[in-house]
């Protein structure tokens, strides 16, 4: 069950950059809060998923970002060990030049995967099918060759590093810098849309284009009513930027939630877990299958929601995850989620035709049997007879037990128009409502039923080793 703070008071949902107030109303320690009211929410769905332990690839514990190359081979930013190469099958390890972290994996337009380290920059060169780092240190200028963790994205064929307070652009087998115009130190790196964005510890927004650095937007206090992404706490106000669709990109602002921007307007984006999102500092996340985006958190897993705002998944440790602390989310070629953890990484399937329920959704038994009625789902098992609640949700279902039938070992289940036929070793029960039910024939083995086109249920009861009755029904 996920508990979701909703703000009572709203905040205004559009900001036109020349005027209009913005109240911030925020929901972490530290920040102002808002009366909220409490909202739950279940999570009992379980995805399929399989995790990645440090002994699996014999690496560090944090997985700080990953990538697919063109032939289906994934890469993986491991904590000190460097770049995890793995095949599906076996895993091999490729140190940068300097023996050390690998915070961030891009791939190129021609395929090429891009590596940004600690104080390292490079690309790996495959060579008769084996992956090898080359540094591109020696390309950097001697006065920028000393930064600590980087990051790298890419647009076209060319890359661009992150490195300190400027950034580095690697094309055509040249390294050129980019500084900011504004004086201010570039924060995080971010590509949508075919274009690279950043901003600075003033909250402004900048787009790149080859080496120009444009103002896109610029923080105004003054005429917002305070800040949109400058804080007080020294923290980068812009966690995410992923594209939205061809002309919007959608903003993860620390202090506000997400937000639409088109380089022109600034919309509120109105979706529940903007609560979930205010105050987290988790820059992880990622835009997918056209119409989904994954945002990471720092202890509460990876929440997914549509492009109308609403939670289509809570992963976490109780339904896919290895452990709740996100470092980097990747959507690969195959509708899988790569998701880098503080402890391992899990890859899950979403979105998938399949889900799986057990205890966690109130389950208890084996399940033998299932049917539906009035669009709630029942289930017969070895110790009873379940029904969904209406406490369920796209999130996952959740069931209770039918209290007007006893406890017992429940072998076959069908609905018949309106009214329900339960077959358990307490006998062959009838019931339209579930707060009903009549035996309608001996305490006794009720172990099959079937029904024909004609509407006719077709009780076989074993009273005797060769006994078995027909009932016509109504």
């Known amino acids: 069950m996920i508990n979701l703070a909703i703000r009572a008071n709203r905040i205004p949902t559009h900001y036109l950059l020349a005027s209009t107030a913005l109240y911030l109303i925020c929901v ?40 697919q190359d063109n032939r289906g081979v994934m890469y993986l930013g491991n904590n000190v060990s460097g770049i995890l190469e793995y095949d599906g099958i076996h895993w091999r390890t490729i140190p940068p030049a300097n023996n050390n972290t690998a915070y961030g994996l891009a791939k190129d337009v021609n395929g090429e995967i891009y590596v940004s380290g600690y104080g390292e920059i490079g690309y790996l060169k495959i060579k008769q099918g084996v992956s090898r780092y080359v540094s591109l240190m020696d390309k950097v200028p001697e006065e920028h060759r000393t930064f600590g963790p980087s990051q790298v994205k890419c647009i076209g064929d060319r890359a ?166 996100v470092f980097s989310v990747f959507a690969d070629q195959h509708n899988s989620l790569w998701i880098g953890t503080s402890y391992g990484f899990s890859q899950v399937l979403f979105p998938s035709p399949f889900s799986v329920y057990d205890q966690a959704s109130g389950l208890e038994g084996q399940v033998r049997m299932t049917a539906n009625l009035n669009d709630d789902l029942y289930v017969a098992t070895s110790v009873g007879v379940y029904r969904t609640t209406p406490q369920s949700s796209a999130l996952g279902l959740q069931f209770s037990r039918v209290d007007a039938l006893e406890p017992a070992e429940t072998g076959t289940i069908k609905s018949f128009g309106t009214s329900m036929i339960i077959g358990s070793i307490a006998g062959l029960f009838v019931f339209e409502d579930i707060r009903n039910a009549e035996l309608s024939m001996p305490r006794d083995v009720a172990r099959f039923i079937g029904r024909d086109e004609n509407y006719i249920i077709k009780s076989f009861i074993p009273l005797h080793e060769k ?8």
């Open 28 to 67: 972490l320690d530290g920040f102002s809060r808002e009366p909220a009211e409490s909202v739950q929410i279940p999570n009992t769905k379980k995805y399929f998923s399989k995790h990645y332990y440090p002994i699996d690839y014999a690496g560090q514990n944090q997985m700080y970002d990953s990538v």
């Open 160 to 325: 661009y590093f992150k490195a300190g307070s400027i950034i580095l652009r690697y094309a055509n087998d040249s390294v050129s810098v980019i500084r900011n115009a504004e004086g201010t130190s570039f924060e995080t790196l971010f590509s949508a849309n075919n274009k690279i964005y950043t901003s600075d510890e003033q909250g402004n927004i900048f787009k790149i284009e080859d080496h120009e650095v444009i103002l896109i937007f610029e923080e105004q206090p003054a005429a917002y009513g305070d800040y949109l992404f400058k804080n007080d706490y020294g923290l980068p106000g812009v966690n995410l930027i992923l594209p939205f669709d061809e002309t919007k990109i959608l903003i993860r602002s620390l202090v506000h939630g997400l937000l639409i921007f088109d380089e022109t307007r600034l919309d509120l984006f109105e979706t529940e877990i903007n609560a979930l999102l205010i105050g987290d500092t988790s820059y992880a996340g990622a835009a997918f299958a056209d119409e989904y985006f994954a945002f990471g958190t720092v202890a509460a897993g990876v929440v997914i929601i549509d492009k109308q705002g609403n939670i289509k998944a809570l992963l976490d440790e109780n339904n896919s995850l290895i452990n709740n602390g």
């Open 467 to 474: 006994d078995c009755r027909l009932l016509r029904f109504p």
